[in-house]
């Protein structure tokens, strides 16, 4: 999945998805304003995930401006890649149980 793409087509990032972009873009050491437009946060947004990460120990700050995910970052995104997987096979699970409600609905009204 690339940075800004949505787990589900038309819907806003949530957390997660916003997490996993700026995790992602740090996985090189990369400076603040990099983050910021590669995940496409504004200012205020970067300002509280950068926060929350390095207050997580997802995120290590290098010298003064330069940001990197640590081990544990690298664990979520991987975690996030299964997550995202189970949901597309619980959404395909639902759509077929959908699918064989109508067909029984279907019988009855024959």
Sequence with gaps: MLIGERAEKGRN?????????????ALV?????????QA???????????KL???????EREGNSMYLTTSK???YLQAY??????????SQEIEQVVAERQA?????QT
């Design 13 to 25: 990032r949530g957390r997660l998805d916003i997490i996993r972009d700026v995790l992602s873009v």
């Design 29 to 37: 050491e990369v400076r603040k304003t990099r983050i910021m437009y």
């Design 40 to 50: 496409n946060l504004s200012f205020d947004q970067l300002e509280s995930y950068l």
């Design 53 to 59: 990460l390095l207050a997580g120990g997802l995120l």
């Design 73 to 75: 970052g690298q664990e």
């Design 81 to 90: 890649v299964k997550y995202l997987a189970r949901c597309e096979r619980v």
């Design 104 to 108: 029984l609905e279907g019988i009855l």
